[in-house]
């Protein structure tokens, strides 16, 4: 089996022609038999860029969403509209209220919409906690158990408490995709909140026996230190990583860098980017 990424929204543009460049991600998943969207990005570019690359959002067979931030996620009516109503597989925690907070600024960051307004647009929700076939050959991670010692939460990440407080956000809700293929399994981002090698590690240990050819999507290398970055990358190559198309959360200066470090095997998954996989 074969399967088409197009990836329809992105911080920058790799296509020169018409496409809209925005602070978010959305990637079309085609394996010829079903056809998904994980996220929506900020609903600034996806209608346009899916006009631009020829997806019609009108054959979703459903929506993924992988976690409940706003450039994740904003663009759901519009999806919706688009294909008049389809399965959204989403964990229950993404529509909590969510805080970016850094330097004594918290700014809101959360689903823009109430599950009850996208529901009447169409959005039949479908809660996803464990690992899960939602298709054949196409499964969901479900909650990423946090067990390496060199990938912690990110602080700015926050919960408002009853107290006035303020909790970290642990993204239970972080949620990727993965598509078996014939050339082994491809594993598409949302932003890799839980890290990259504890995804990495759980889709290992639920589908032990097919390697991982490919990853796609943001890996939130961006706001890694330097110990983070380098134990990342020998982790990568211990999976024997064939692939790697970093975007998003990325951020340019460690795309340069794992670029420098894998040279043929990595891409920059800009909007516009169509890949086999």
């Known amino acids: ?49 899916s ?20 450039d994740h ?15 959204v597989y ?34 039949r929700f479908k809660p996803v906690v464990r690992f899960t076939e939602i298709f054949p050959r196409m499964y969901l991670t479900g909650e990423v158990p946090r067990v390496s010692d060199f990938e912690p939460p990110d602080r700015t990440m926050r919960l408002p408490a009853d107290d006035g407080s303020w909790q970290q956000d642990a993204l239970k809700d972080d949620l990727s995709l993965i598509v078996d293929t014939d050339r082994g399994l491809t594993v598409v981002l949302g932003c890799a909140h839980v890290g ?3 995804i990495l590690n759980h889709v290992a240990a639920h589908l032990p026996d097919r390697p991982i050819h490919m990853i796609i999507g943001g ?26 198309g970093a975007s998003h959360c990325t951020g340019l200066a460690n795309c340069a860098r794992l670029q420098q470090k894998f040279g043929d095997r990595f891409f920059f998954a800009a909007a516009g980017t169509r890949w086999k996989c």
């Not at 996620?73 to 399965?87: K, Y």
């Not at 993404?94 to 919409?113: L, M, S």
């Open 51 to 70: 006009r631009v690359m020829g997806v019609d959002l009108s054959r979703l067979d459903a929506i993924v969403i992988s976690h409940g931030h706003y």
């Open 196 to 198: 990259l090698i504890n």
């Open 90 to 123: 989403i964990h229950p925690d993404a529509f909590v209220d969510r805080y970016w907070c850094k330097d004594g600024e918290c700014r809101e960051i959360g689903i823009r919409y109430k599950q009850g307004y996208l529901e009447s647009l169409g959005a």
């Open 73 to 87: 996620t904003s663009g759901l009516p519009e999806a919706l509209v688009a294909c008049g109503g389809t399965d």
């Open 1 to 49: 089996m074969e399967c088409t990424l197009t990836v329809l929204c992105e911080n920058s543009v790799a296509f020169p022609h018409g496409l809209i460049g925005e602070h978010g991600w959305a990637v079309h998943v085609d394996n010829g038999t079903h056809r998904l969207l994980l996220d929506t990005g900020q609903g600034l570019g996806l209608v346009n860029n």
């Open 219 to 244: 890996t939130h290398l961006g706001f890694a230190d330097q110990r983070q970055f380098d134990a990342t990358v020998a982790a990568l190559d211990r999976f024997g990583i064939q692939e790697l």
